[in-house]
């Protein structure tokens, strides 16, 4: 009897009932994905999760849908299954650019700058327009201290209108590193007026500022870094390093003090420290933070006055 039921089944009505179930299928994945998104939007993570797995178990092969995953695995700190949902993604379409894009964002959180070029590289063959990553090959160019190349990049960023402040903090970095202090600032200044709150961007300015001999403007930015970072050690020792030009050595010290809590193994702070105590003639001070900088260097490195 089954068999004459199968036998009497129109094959255009199989394949449109097919057809159906097929699109009812990639509709449900679709509408998962979207909800997935906005939940990853509204940093409502878990339900981001359950919404991005059920769209994969509906249909594994689709690359968008690991990136997806990826992306909110690196949202909440998750860099291994990142990873491994952006190599899935990619392995799927290697076309997409942005799953280029976020490995080259995870290599760099490793520290893996050659393969953070590679990853970037591609990302650029696949989507040429694309100023972001010009931005972000510039930083890397820039960690290799390639600086002609980090100029070359930043300046494409420029020139294709990437419309936030990255392009110009890499090369007013840029110019910082060659010592051309004032496209430095110019270039910082102008970072500052599309992003008022980039601590990188205020930070470097004061910086170069201070190189410059401009203390007063060096400490109305090192100030505004600090407001912004309270956290970071580094704003503590670059304000340390203005006071120090200022003779304002309790100041130092008390900063000095906040940045090596934040941060115990920097040689920088022991040694601006050792020079604030030599001033006030506390010797035997001076002479342990001078050991102590001389120490972390030997297993740090000094790695100076860059930019950051």
């Known amino acids: 009897m089954s068999n004459e039921r199968n036998a009497s089944v129109d094959p255009r009505c199989a394949t449109r009932r097919a057809e159906q179930g097929w699109a009812s299928l ?64 990619i392995e799927l379409n290697p076309g997409i650019a942005e799953a280029w894009q976020l490995r080259s964002r995870l290599y760099s959180m490793k ?42 990049d930043s300046n494409e960023a420029i020139r294709l209108g990437t419309p936030y402040h990255g392009p110009w903090y890499v090369r007013g970095s840029a110019y910082l590193r060659t010592g051309e202090y004032d496209k430095a600032i110019t ?13 990188l961007c205020r930070l470097n300015r004061g910086i170069t500022f201070r190189l410059i001999g401009e203390v007063k403007c060096a400490l109305a930015d090192a100030n505004e870094a600090v407001q912004l970072a309270p956290n970071w050690y580094a704003v503590y020792l670059e304000r340390a390093r203005v006071n120090l030009l200022k003779g304002e050595l309790s100041d130092v010290l008390s900063d000095l003090d906040q940045a090596i809590r934040l941060e115990p193994g920097n040689p920088e702070a022991h ?27 030997e297993k740090r490195g000094n790695k100076g006055d860059a930019a950051l």
Not at 191 to 197: T, Y
Request: glycine fraction near 8%.
């Open 271 to 297: 040694h601006i420290r050792a020079e604030a105590n030599e001033f006030l003639g506390q010797a035997a001070a001076a002479g342990g933070d001078r050991r102590i900088a001389e120490d972390l260097r």
């Open 26 to 89: 990639v509709k449900m994945t679709h509408a998962l994905a979207e909800a997935g998104w906005t939940d990853l939007v509204m940093a409502e993570y878990d339900k981001a999760f359950h919404d991005f797995d059920e769209a994969i178990r509906l249909e594994p092969e689709n690359a968008q849908l690991y990136l997806f995953r990826a992306k909110a695995h690196d949202c909440v700190g998750e860099s291994e299954p990142a990873m491994a949902d952006c190599n899935r993604a």
């Open 111 to 152: 520290g893996q700058l050659q393969q953070q070029l590679e990853a970037i590289n591609q990302a650029i063959a696949l989507e040429p327009s694309y100023g972001h990553a010009y931005v972000i090959r510039a930083e890397i160019y820039l960690g290799f201290g390639d600086v002609e190349q980090a100029l070359r």
């Open 187 to 199: 270039d910082f200044t102008k970072g500052l007026a599309l992003s008022p709150g980039d601590v």
